[in-house]
């Protein structure tokens, strides 16, 4: 069965703080998909980052970066200088060969960033 | 480009009615997903269409129905409506076989 935990429900940090989140997956396949998804309050699932499962190099973008690591199947998403603005719930997910290429989402993890 | 749009904004219908909620994907993008996400249930699968079959659809019973049209747009009947058919309801379009998909910014459906 294919599975995307996100344990932590919600973390709280103040301004310019750093903050990762967590993703962990369980897959059969070999060839898989992992995303990242930001949902601001207005609800809309913002597209971050996409990582296949034959590329295991770490990604930064401005102050975002992702840390993929098959050999613990994990998918962290960490937050360099945390600015208010990325208060939302983040949501990883996962897309397989086996499937429709439906996402299976964690159940999400929301970010408060306090000023 | 503009992105995925979804309508109405917001539903509100009494139990047993019947809510009709539409989506257009992404120029040039060929497969449309409608996902449920409700209190406390996370974000869930309902329905996969691409070039205007129903290709998937998750673990939703018959009364959520829907197609796809010539133009790739799509449509999300839901018959019977109960209360806890009330939930925000995204539409996401794709292109290519691996590409991420791309959400619109959902129908609040809300059952009394």
């Known amino acids: 069965a294919q599975k995307v935990t996100q344990a932590q429900t919600e973390i709280s940090v103040v301004e310019k703080e750093d903050v990762t989140l967590d993703c962990v997956y369980e897959?059969?396949?070999?060839?898989?998909?992992l995303f990242w998804y930001k949902q601001p309050p207005s609800g809309e699932l913002v597209f971050l980052i996409r990582r296949n499962s034959f590329d295991e190099q770490n990604e930064i973008s401005g102050r975002y970066s992702w840390n993929f690591q098959k050999s613990t199947s994990s998918f962290n998403f960490t937050i360099t200088a945390s600015q208010v603005v990325d208060s939302a719930v983040y949501f990883c997910a996962l897309t397989y060969s086996g499937s429709a290429r439906q996402l299976t989402f964690g159940s999400g993890t929301q970010l408060t960033v306090l000023p | 480009e503009a992105g995925v749009t979804q309508s109405p904004t917001h539903l509100i219908k009494t139990r047993g009615q019947q809510a009709t909620l539409r989506c257009s994907p992404i120029s040039g993008h060929t497969s449309v997903y409608w996902y449920q996400q409700a209190l406390g249930l996370g974000l869930q699968f309902l329905l996969w269409?691409?070039?205007?079959?129903?290709?998937n659809r998750g673990n939703f019973p018959p009364r959520f129905s829907g197609r796809q049209f010539p133009n790739y747009s799509s449509e999300l009947n839901v018959n019977a409506l109960e209360l806890e058919d009330s939930a925000l309801y995204l539409c996401?379009?794709?292109?290519?076989?691996?590409?991420?998909?791309?959400f619109g910014p959902g129908t609040r459906l809300t059952v009394l």
């Open positions: 269409y691409d070039e205007g079959e129903e290709r």
């Open positions: 897959t059969r396949d070999t060839t898989y998909y």
């Open positions: 996401a379009s794709r292109k290519g076989e691996w590409n991420e998909q791309f």
